[in-house]
């Protein structure tokens, strides 16, 4: 299966910032056999879109979605608004959505199903809190939140999900899940894939780790069976940064 990688930009870079990343992106040196994203502010689509001409690398995506088509929802966006972009991946679920802004299982799911029947790929992210590790509830707390999000989403097709396996604590605190660890939770995850949508699926859908990834430790990951790629907060925000990211997630 293909790595994936996606750069999550959060609430960073403006249309004028966006553009000039991109630019300074295009210019590196990118492995070919990796797919690789970047999870631009809605305000910066256009510009990033703009920079990237005809250019399919990187393939553009969104932060977030709203699961109606159109209608009275004020500050919403929907997946037909994010194709006429064309944005390709939409993340749903990041912690930090359903930490400060209150979502919840039920409106992942929501939007996961909404973005595949738009022909968008869900980078659906689970992930526990440091207590809820502590008290030894990681797998429970994960275990659920992967069954909410993808009871309405379909494994097959050109959009099938990514599952993120994102653990809180390690999000932007320098302080990454062992690849050991993730891996373990990842088995958790594709054992929710097995029962939901058959045991044929186990293996078949691509399940990535976020949390302090950079260029350093990316390959520890890549490298690690069940570990088909990661979601790289920080270390996006520089473009050559998260070039130097990519070409060490796929070594020679
Ligand atoms: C993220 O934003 O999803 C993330 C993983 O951030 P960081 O790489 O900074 O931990």
Not at 10 to 34: C, S, T
Not at 81 to 86: K, S, T, Y
């Amino acid at each position: 299966m293909r790595k994936v990688l996606i750069a999550n930009w959060k609430m960073y870079y403006g249309p004028v910032k966006a553009g000039a990343w991109v630019r300074a992106f295009r210019r590196e040196r990118l492995p070919k056999d990796i797919d690789i994203s970047i999870a631009v502010p809605f305000v910066s689509l256009a510009a990033a879109r703009a920079s990237l001409g005809r250019a399919t690398i990187p393939a553009l995506a969104a932060q977030d979605v709203f699961w109606e088509k159109e209608g009275a929802f004020t500050g919403e966006v929907s997946p037909s608004m994010l194709l006429e972009f064309g944005v390709s991946v939409c993340i749903v679920g990041h912690s930090e959505r359903r930490l400060l802004v209150g979502e919840t299982d039920e409106m992942v799911a929501k939007k996961a199903e909404a973005l595949q029947k738009a022909g968008i790929t869900p980078v659906i992210c689970v992930g526990e809190t440091e207590a809820q590790r502590k008290k030894g509830q990681a797998a429970k707390v994960v275990r659920a939140q992967v069954e909410a999000a993808i009871k309405d989403v379909k494994p097959d097709g050109k959009a099938a999900a990514i599952i993120a396996y994102e653990p809180i604590w390690a999000i932007g605190t320098g302080k990454p899940c062992r690849p050991v660890d993730a891996k373990e939770m990842h088995d958790v995850i594709r054992d929710v894939i097995a029962k939901v949508w058959g045991a044929r699926y186990r293996d078949d859908i691509r399940v990535i780790y976020g949390g302090s990834v950079n260029e350093r430790n990316v390959t520890e990951y890549t490298t690690t069976t069940g570990i088909d790629g990661a979601l790289v907060g920080s270390a996006s925000l520089d473009p050559r940064t998260f070039a130097l990211v990519c070409r060490a997630a796929v070594p020679a």
